[in-house]
């Protein structure tokens, strides 16, 4: 069986495999788009029909309930974790890092600098929704750091176009802009030079606490999600009402022996922020390292007391701690930026979005799916259409439709459902 994507050791770091179980038509299980809609579809069924999603199971680890009695040695333990994964991957040769300018792409571009002085290379990504202040820190951190920065551009007028061909990469859905985007990056980064493989901060709010808001933000997406689908999925395809009580990372069968925390960790990794990372790097000939989500360094941060990670509402503490030699206090303690506020609607290009939204889902689209309403998503799609881009709607509704346009094209290529993703 193939290793499941993911070349950072760590189960943390991959993404599941897939292995074909009978013969079956090219296409999409008409049960398993339903309850992905639903977000009731567990990690072992596949959205393929004829194949079996084997997933990797989360590390059986609890935070401890202790209080650190000396802080600044827990961070020089926390910073010598961080070292030893980042050298772990200079010494394979790799020498260029991906460079936000949040606090967790800064110290791993400052960790890589020091191990490979004059050697390192800072990518940045500049598209219209990129924050203005992570960008401006991002160029901070590079001049520090004396790394070389490369400014890659993503114009708007690309994303619409590269949409179908981000979800064929991912075998996935997609549900923001900013997955077609890393697309886009990975493949402007090779073509000006990168790789082949380099370093990603991608897990480190997942395991350090970044986001204390977390879980209780995506319950909220959830439940949103899961009251927009019943609006455009046929009667049959429903579900139980048992569905709505459970969240998409109490699926998985090891659920009931892992702290909520790590479940919910594994699940957003896996749906949302490995996949545009890990997939759209590999479709450019790229490998995508992930430093924090490797087995020792997110073993040791997953078992910190929730205290020595915690200042009132700010996040990753101990790890801001650890890094305030290398890292600027304006990049160190900047508050986490919202990066999945992009819709259709926000963009320069919304009329480009609108039309292909509105090609991809029409009846002829939808109907081989054989569960969407096309009648109710069109009706959707019209109300979309009217909002303000500041509505507070508007995301929601257009994580669905990314969501039913993604099924959409899957469906429309059986040759990506024949080749099972990661198999």
Known sequence: ????????????????????????????????????????????????????????????????????RDEDALADALLAHAEQAVRAQLDTGTRDVSLSGGVDSAALCAMAAS??????????MDVHFADAA????????????GVEQVDVPIPDGCLPDLFEPAVLANRRVILNARAIASFAFYAEAKRRGVGPALLSGAGADE?????????ANTRAQVEEDRRLASQVLRPSAHGPVSDAATMPWDLAPWESRLS???????????????????????????????????????????????????????????????????????????????????????????HRWLELYRAWLSPHRLEPLQVIDPVAVLALLDDHARLAPEDARAAAVDRLLMRLVSLAMLQAHPEACLACPES
């Open 207 to 215: 395991v350090m606490l970044g986001n204390p808001r977390a879980r």
């Open 1 to 68: 069986m193939p290793h499941p994507l993911g070349e950072t050791r760590g189960p943390l770091a991959r993404l599941p495999s897939w292995r074909a179980t009978e013969r079956a038509e090219p296409g999409l299980a008409p049960a398993s788009v339903a309850a992905l809609l639903r977000h009731a579809l567990p990690p072992t069924t596949s959205l393929f029909r004829g194949s079996q999603c084997l997933p990797v199971p989360p590390p059986d680890i609890a935070r401890s309930e202790d209080t650190p």
């Open 260 to 350: 909520d925390e790590v479940r919910h960790a594994a699940w957003i990794l896996q749906e949302r922020v490995l996949p545009p990372e890990l997939c759209g790097a590999r479709a450019h000939g790229l490998t995508v390292h992930t430093p924090y989500l490797e087995e020792t360094f997110s073993r040791f941060v997953l078992a910190l007391p929730t205290s020595a990670l915690m200042r009132g509402d700010l996040g990753k503490w101990l790890f801001r701690h650890a890094v305030r030699t290398r890292v600027p206090d304006e990049v160190r303690l900047a508050r986490k930026t919202p990066r999945y506020a992009h819709t259709a609607l926000s963009s320069p290009m919304r």
């Open 134 to 145: 992570e960008r401006a820190n991002a160029r901070l951190m590079a001049r520090v750091a």
């Open 115 to 124: 191990h490979a002085p004059g050697r390192i290379r800072a990518w940045t």
